[in-house]
């Protein structure tokens, strides 16, 4: 795709216009010829024919090009059921428009829902059983032989520290002060023995209470897979925009093997339009955009398959990184708001994007141009009102005007009304009427 303008002016000689003005001269006297017949010299006395004029406007303004473009969604989804069950009704129209969150589609969840009573049961028991090994029954009764065995073994240190002098003194028999000692023993091994089942029974509580909170961890998570599943009967959108076909009726069973497919959700608004630019009309486009020379909010428009303009204006919202080598193209991401939902994903058009810009260029109205022996011309209405033949050279089309590139000047008066009225050499009563330079361009030969 090529961003350069060239216009070839067609230099046309003093005898070709004279040609020109001829033909014109003949094709409008013969119009009127009957009545010049009949009115004779009196026609020479009619008054001035009044006309509307337009100044030719000299401005500076972006030229356009036309790139083939894609229209598709802004995000979308599919609706997918996510358990095995019947489909049982379906909550919306196809193609139409759909809120996030709204149901589309409902399964059978009756077994769903005995497995989530099932589930929260399971939990019940689990808790209790964590309530049961968190009671310390078993370690109070080890901690209550453990203080009864210290006890004893209190007494015999008592019993062996009063008779060991005794004994030694022979105030006591032996025999006593032996058996003291022996008791002292036995209870400092009762003790131990005392020490161990206690440890061992908060152990056993410790490991107990972990394995019920585990049961119970494990119940919470069947319950919670349950109250999914229960859940999932209902199949809803998590955004909004235009739900396709169902490619499931109500009646079939569904998620057997994978999860369906039941339809396809699609945020149109805005909608994304994707193109191929030339590298040249790229760098040239965003020079422009960033030198203020473009509206913002007005840089891209987009044409339909069926020639009309979309109303909304886009705007690019990604470039991507690199240039395609095959191609020489870049390919570009632009964004239309689309509120009444006409684009649809999918589409084809042209996207009307800035190319250059036409330093002072020279702008006439459409309807002021007329095509004479294959020649453009204009009809210039002079100081002293009188009416000139002028040919021109056009190049781009601006909106409901072209850019002229030779044969007229700015400031100079065309008639844009009552051409058919006027010749070459009369003279007219003009009234002026500005020309609107606002809108669009188009590159030619796009």
Not at 3 to 21: D, N, Q
Not at 180 to 195: I, S
């Amino acid at each position: 795709m090529s961003s350069s303008f060239v216009y070839h002016s067609r230099p046309i000689g003093p005898s070709k216009i004279a040609v020109l003005t001829a033909a014109t001269a003949i094709l409008l006297a013969g119009c009127g010829s009957d009545k010049t017949e009949e009115k004779g010299v009196s026609a020479l006395a009619a008054p001035a024919v009044s006309v509307v004029v337009a100044p030719v406007v000299q401005k500076t303004l972006p030229l356009f090009t036309e790139l083939t473009a894609r229209t598709d969604a802004t995000e979308s989804v599919e609706i997918r059921a996510r358990v095995k069950a019947f489909l049982q009704t379906q909550s919306y129209a196809e193609g139409t428009m759909v809120k996030a969150g709204q149901v589309l589609f409902t399964l059978d969840k009756r077994e769903y829902e005995a497995q989530l009573m099932q589930a929260n049961a399971q939990l019940a028991k689990a808790r209790s059983d964590l309530a049961q090994a968190q009671e310390r029954t078993t370690v109070d009764i080890a901690q209550a032989n453990l203080g009864i065995a210290l006890a004893q073994l209190n007494k015999t240190d008592q019993d062996v520290k009063r008779l060991k002098p005794l004994a030694e003194q022979h105030a006591v028999p032996q025999q006593d002060y032996d058996n003291a000692a022996a008791n002292q023993q036995a209870a400092k091994a009762d003790v131990e023995g005392r020490q161990a089942a206690l440890n061992t029974s908060k152990v056993n509580q410790t490991a107990a209470i972990q394995q019920a909170q585990a049961a119970v961890e494990a119940a919470k998570a069947s319950v919670r897979q349950a109250e999914l599943n229960v859940e999932y009967c209902s199949v809803t959108t998590p955004i909004g925009g235009i739900a396709g076909i169902r490619q499931v009726a109500p009646g079939n069973l569904v998620g057997q093997t994978e999860a369906t497919l039941l339809t396809t959700v699609s945020n149109v608004n805005p909608m994304r339009v994707y193109v191929s630019i030339s590298e040249s009309d790229y760098l040239m486009y965003q020079r422009m955009r960033d030198q203020g020379k473009l509206k913002k909010g007005s840089e891209l428009e987009l044409i339909l398959v069926d020639g009309s303009v979309f109303p909304k204006k886009g705007r690019i919202i990604i470039a991507d990184r690199a240039v395609d080598l095959k191609t020489g193209t870049l390919s570009i991401v632009a964004e239309f708001p689309n509120p009444n939902a006409l684009m649809r994903p999918g589409q084809f058009g042209r996207v009307r994007l800035a190319a250059t810009v036409a330093e002072n260029a020279l702008l006439v109205p459409q309807k002021s141009v007329s095509e004479i022996q294959g020649t453009k011309v204009v009809y210039i209405v002079g100081p002293d009102n009188k009416v000139a033949l002028r040919t021109v050279t056009l190049g781009n089309r601006v909106d409901t005007n072209y850019i002229v590139t030779d044969g007229v000047k700015a400031g100079e008066l065309v008639i844009i009304e009552g051409l058919q009225k006027a010749r070459p050499g009369d003279t007219v009563n003009p009234t002026e009427k500005p020309i609107t330079t606002e809108g669009t361009s188009e590159k030619k030969g796009e």
